[in-house]
């Protein structure tokens, strides 16, 4: 089990960003949550299988289709045991 947050600059919000981690991460068997920042930033926290996990991050390195990631900061965290995926 690992946990990564990760936090997602460029033109991130209003591009179903939120949504499209949340379907991936579901459909992989991730838990965490993802969210806007009022920084115009996303962050998100991932739990789960490491390979999963990477999965989900190198997902945020490029995003949606009609997303323009200009940054990406990987946080490795211990693992919480978290339940679920939520959209916050």
């Given amino acids: 089990m690992t946990r990564k947050r990760v936090v997602v600059t460029g033109r991130v919000q209003g591009v179903f960003?939120?949504?499209t981690a949340r379907r991936r991460a579901e459909a992989a068997g991730v838990r965490g949550?993802?969210?806007n920042r009022s920084d115009g930033a996303v962050e998100?926290?991932?739990e789960g299988e490491p390979e999963a996990v990477d999965e989900?991050?190198?997902f945020c390195r490029r995003g949606p289709s009609?997303?323009?990631v200009a940054s990406i900061e990987i946080i490795e965290e211990?693992?919480?045991g978290l339940r679920g995926f939520d959209v916050r």
Avoid: G, I
């Fill in 17 to 19: 960003f939120r949504d």
């Fill in 33 to 35: 949550w993802v969210t």
């Fill in 44 to 46: 998100a926290v991932f």
């Fill in 56 to 58: 989900l991050v190198e």
């Fill in 66 to 68: 009609r997303a323009e």
């Fill in 78 to 80: 211990e693992p919480e």
